[in-house]
Nanobody
Framework: QVHIVESGGGLVQPGGSLTLSCTASGSPFIDYTMGWYREAPGEGRVWLATITRRSSMYASSVQGRFTVSRDNAKNMVFLQMSDLKPEDTAVYYC?????????WGRGTQVTVSS
């Protein structure tokens, strides 16, 4: 019943920046725990970051380069990515983690290449 939609993916050069957006239906959005994940070719889907009402957490692979934020008035979550590397190439997914049931978006492709 809750719908998650990601946007903002595309082609970016190494060292560049890109911001992904995620819109989630439902309320109260301020109480949603949201997460970002990615899946590279030949690899499983891995966790990148989580944001709650008050805190954020990051995987070590992206800490310092990626920043997760939210705009509760717009029911949106963002992933700001900087200093992008070819190994960041993947399909990026937004997920409503809590409350249950968890809900995934369909993903948005990010390709880092010159």
């Amino acid at each position: 019943q809750v719908h998650i939609v990601e946007s903002g993916g595309g082609l970016v050069q190494p060292g560049g920046s890109l911001t992904l957006s995620c819109t989630a239906s439902g309320s109260p959005f301020i109480d949603y725990t949201m997460g970002w994940y990615r899946e590279a070719p030949g690899e499983g889907r891995v966790w990148l970051a989580t944001i709650t009402r008050r805190s954020s957490m990051y995987a070590s692979s992206v800490q310092g380069r990626f920043t997760v934020s939210r705009d509760n008035a717009k029911n949106m979550v963002f992933l700001q990515m900087s200093d992008l590397k070819p190994e960041d190439t993947a399909v990026y997914y937004c997920k409503k983690i809590l409350p249950y049931p968890a809900t995934w978006g369909r993903g948005t492709q990010v390709t880092v290449s010159s």
